[in-house]
């Protein structure tokens, strides 16, 4: 599999640090005064300090719910999905969209939720009980 790249405005180094580190695990790579790369779940995120490019995310709707229309995230297995909820729980992280299992009895089915880092950056962690349905259509 081939390992994606995404580089994203933050707020703030230290805070942003905090978050992929101690609230998601993430491991560190690399950083300057000005950026910071993190492995995300085996794939590389660069965080760019630049405040002024965060801002208020728009929504579309999707079963029902209001999800943001820029966002970035990650599929997991069932069981590491419903550990980061949890911890995620016990924390009392705010939830942007509460865990939930969307297009029930559907070729899509998904558990997912979604949470926002420190800048506004929208994250969605899904998963699937069948990894095949992942891109299977109706």
């Not at 978050?19 to 998601?24: I, K, R």
């Amino acid at each position: 599999m081939s390992i994606f790249h995404l580089a994203f405005p933050v707020k703030d180094i230290e805070t942003t640090r905090d978050f992929y580190l101690n609230t998601l695990g993430c491991s560190q790579g690399r950083e300057a005064p000005n950026w910071i790369d993190f492995n995300f779940y085996g794939h590389q995120i660069s965080a760019h300090l630049r405040p002024e490019e965060c801002q208020s995310i728009s929504t579309n709707g999707v079963d029902g719910d209001a999800i943001p229309v820029r966002h970035f995230g990650i599929v997991l297995i069932w069981e590491k999905w419903s550990a980061l909820h949890e911890k995620l729980k016990k924390e009392n992280y705010p939830f942007l969209l509460a865990p939930k299992i969307r297009f029930q009895g559907l070729a899509g089915e998904q558990g997912t939720f979604f949470i926002q880092d420190p800048s506004g950056n929208c994250l969605e962690f899904k998963t699937f009980r069948n990894f095949e349905s992942l891109f299977a259509t109706d």
